[in-house]
């Protein structure tokens, strides 16, 4: 949701609102930004949009109301420096493996969230963006134009998840962590695994005490991180360990949206995930007429 169909919902407008406040309270006790007069930028004023979600549980349930402020990237002037803006995130064949690694040796699991991810990362040069709508700078009261001065990396700039993986990266390898030749999101010191997926970490380890030792170690280098507890639910999907020798993996939640969004949410069930005959060809057959977006489906689907 954006900023005028969030706030257009009246039944859940004090949750938007009050999120957003939140979100911009979090920004500068950060201190990701300074406020300055537009006339000191020196390149362009990066316009800024809000964007809303309801956050789920893999069952579907909303668990929290979510705003995020963002630099619209797609207006950014790119240089030299933004071309290498690569982040990567880990294979779920690794975090498969993890898992099953945990059972054969009898290791526990947790995740680990970051909050602000983005925004605890430092720009190499500085970006102006526009105030938040909805907010206004107490020092502009006299009419003075004013802007934001990025001094962190925030949601939407190009170089953002590439900032935050280093960023991330120096701190694991200095508190001796090793990364994976087959997996670049893959990290391991003794008694400790983990999978870094953006801003979420998979962990699996050996005693609490090897637990603690690392939420400290990262804690000591100004990482902001909550502990989930065990590893019940990790990017939308629901863990649940069976006895000792096995997890069941499911996405209810995720799958009754396909459903919904593909209005088939009465469907019968079937046994094959696909048709047994193969589809025709049919050239003259009646085009596409449905309400969904064809693509939309197909992304929700991969």
């Given at each position: 949701?954006?900023w005028?169909?969030?706030?257009?919902?009246?039944?859940?407008?004090?949750?938007?609102m009050?999120?957003?406040?939140?979100?911009i309270?979090?920004?500068?006790?950060?201190?990701t930004w300074?406020?300055?007069l537009?006339?000191?930028?020196?390149?362009?004023?990066?316009?800024?949009?809000?964007v809303?979600r309801?956050k789920?549980?893999?069952?579907?349930?909303?668990?929290?109301?979510?705003?995020?402020?963002?630099?619209?990237g797609?207006l950014?002037?790119?240089?030299?420096?933004?071309?290498d803006?690569?982040a990567?995130?880990?294979?779920?064949s690794?975090?498969?493996?993890?898992?099953v690694m945990s059972?054969?040796?009898?290791?526990?699991?947790?995740?680990?969230?970051?909050?602000?991810?983005?925004?605890?990362?430092?720009?190499?040069?500085?970006?102006?963006?526009?105030?938040?709508r909805?907010?206004?700078?107490?020092?502009?009261?006299?009419?003075?134009?004013t802007?934001l001065?990025?001094i962190?990396?925030?949601?939407?700039?190009?170089?953002?998840?590439?900032?935050?993986?280093?960023?991330?990266?120096?701190a694991?390898?200095?508190?001796?962590?090793?990364?994976s030749?087959?997996?670049?999101?893959?990290?391991?010191?003794?008694?400790?695994?983990?999978?870094?997926?953006?801003?979420?970490?998979?962990?699996?380890y050996?005693?609490q005490?090897h637990?603690?030792?690392f939420?400290?170690?990262?804690?000591?280098?100004?990482?902001?991180?909550?502990?989930?507890?065990?590893?019940?639910?990790?990017?939308?999907?629901?863990l649940?360990r069976?006895?000792?020798?096995?997890?069941?993996?499911?996405?209810?939640?995720?799958?009754?949206?396909?459903?919904?969004?593909?209005?088939?949410?009465d469907?019968?069930?079937?046994?094959?995930?696909?048709?047994?005959?193969?589809?025709?060809?049919?050239?003259?057959?009646?085009?596409?007429?449905e309400?969904?977006?064809?693509?939309?489906?197909?992304?929700?689907?991969?």
């Amino acid at each position: 949701l954006n900023w005028d169909q969030a706030m257009s919902i009246q039944e859940e407008k004090e949750q938007w609102m009050a999120s957003a406040k939140n979100k911009i309270d979090e920004l500068e006790s950060n201190g990701t930004w300074k406020v300055v007069l537009a006339s000191e930028a020196t390149s362009k004023i990066i316009p800024t949009m809000w964007v809303f979600r309801r956050k789920r549980t893999p069952d579907g349930e909303i668990k929290k109301f979510k705003g995020r402020f963002t630099v619209r990237g797609d207006l950014q002037e790119k240089t030299a420096d933004d071309e290498d803006s690569y982040a990567p995130v880990a294979q779920w064949s690794s975090i498969r493996i993890m898992l099953v690694m945990s059972l054969i040796i009898g290791w526990s699991t947790c995740s680990i969230d970051f909050t602000n991810a983005f925004v605890q990362a430092y720009l190499k040069k500085p970006i102006w963006i526009h105030l938040p709508r909805g907010f206004t700078s107490s020092e502009n009261n006299d009419g003075t134009k004013t802007c934001l001065r990025l001094i962190k990396s925030l949601y939407g700039v190009s170089i953002a998840p590439k900032a935050w993986y280093e960023h991330v990266c120096k701190a694991l390898f200095s508190i001796g962590f090793v990364r994976s030749s087959f997996d670049n999101c893959v990290f391991y010191r003794p008694g400790l695994m983990l999978a870094q997926w953006v801003d979420d970490f998979c962990c699996v380890y050996q005693t609490q005490s090897h637990m603690d030792k690392f939420v400290s170690d990262l804690r000591e280098h100004g990482l902001n991180l909550t502990v989930e507890g065990t590893l019940a639910e990790f990017l939308g999907i629901k863990l649940e360990r069976q006895g000792n020798n096995s997890f069941k993996l499911t996405q209810r939640g995720l799958i009754e949206k396909v459903l919904k969004a593909a209005e088939m949410s009465d469907c019968n069930p079937n046994s094959t995930p696909a048709s047994s005959t193969p589809l025709s060809l049919d050239p003259d057959g009646a085009p596409f007429n449905e309400k969904w977006k064809y693509s939309s489906i197909v992304g929700m689907l991969i």
